[in-house]
């Protein structure tokens, strides 16, 4: 598959490649060949896709890595003191339709909303990208993890699977992310085609 529109419109990106088994022996020039009918300039992976990730670093330079990948190992029993999950209300995230207002949530400490999150399928369903933000003046209490946490529970309930990724220079939201039970399993990585 090559993105072409959005963010990479003006730069295709080949993003996934998949070769039947019988047929790998020939993986390298298949994917040379959908290089040059694509028109290609970036390769954009997953590392847990060991095909595609040999072909990245064959055919691609300046290599950098995009994100880290987390998948679900520990269930955790965090209760940091004074806090609540609860779903977030409509009004506190406008941009949400009501029939997906469920994949949202809020952490409360003394009435006040100290950190919010959600549970994206932009992707791959029945993967559940979490993601959270904790207000400044409430950071360094554990209400991060806490909101991780009862976002994979919603996100199980739901019949989904728990997913997250991080930048990984963000030493803060990979701690959080750890300290709720997720554990690393890859890298996204983008390069660029070699000529």
Partial sequence: S???AGPWK???????????????LHAFELFRTLLT???AVMINVQTNDSL??????TFAHDVTSESILFHDKLTTALSPAGATFRGATSAE????????LKWYGVVEVEGKVAA??????HYNRPYGDIY????????RRGLGSFLVQELKRVCYEGGNVPAA?????????RRTLQKAGFVPCGNILNGSVSP
């Fill in 2 to 4: 090559v993105a072409v």
């Fill in 10 to 24: 003006g730069k295709p990106t080949v993003y996934e490649f998949y070769v039947l088994p019988h047929r790998r």
């Fill in 37 to 39: 009918a694509s028109s």
């Fill in 52 to 57: 595609i990730t040999v072909m990245l670093h």
């Fill in 93 to 100: 995230v406008p941009d949400v339709p009501q029939n997906q």
């Fill in 116 to 121: 919010t999150g959600g549970i994206l399928f």
């Fill in 132 to 139: 959270m933000d904790v207000a400044e003046s409430f950071r």
């Fill in 165 to 173: 990724r991080c930048n990984p220079g963000n030493i803060a939201s």
